[in-house]
């Protein structure tokens, strides 16, 4: 059974740093693309980041680029966000997932299993 677990969230100021964890169990990275999506009150699920195993391809959405970094540790299988200079518009719900249907690595459409969220919210 696939699970994944989120944590790190929380409250910080603007210009602030949190690191997320996505405690994964039931595959390997090595098996599936994974990725961080984030939903804010009001919009749609997106794409944060995520990568692709085949090539180790890493896509960062424009917004976060140069600012958020993903990672993994496939010995504890442990993903990780990264995310410095955080913005107020960085406020949302964040959430680790891995893919199940063929498609582009960096939609949301694609990805079958999902954490249950940890809060992001970034103050100015």
């Known amino acids: 059974e696939v699970q994944l677990v989120e944590s790190g969230g929380g409250l910080v100021q603007a210009g602030g740093s949190l690191r997320l964890s996505c405690a994964a169990s039931?595959?390997?990275?090595?098996?599936?693309?994974i990725g961080w999506f984030r939903q804010a009150p009001g919009k749609e699920r997106e794409g944060v980041s995520c990568i692709r195993p085949s090539d180790n391809s890493i896509y960062y959405a424009d917004s976060v680029k140069g600012r958020f970094t993903f990672s993994v540790d496939n010995a504890k299988n442990t993903m990780y966000l990264q995310m410095n200079v955080l913005k107020p518009e960085d406020t949302a719900v964040y959430y680790c997932?891995?893919?199940?249907?063929?498609?582009?690595?960096?939609?949301?459409?694609?990805?079958?299993?999902w954490g249950q969220g940890t809060q992001v919210t970034v103050s100015s």
């Open positions: 997932a891995t893919k199940t249907a063929s498609g582009p690595y960096s939609s949301v459409d694609y990805y079958g299993y």
């Open positions: 039931g595959f390997t990275f090595d098996d599936y693309a």
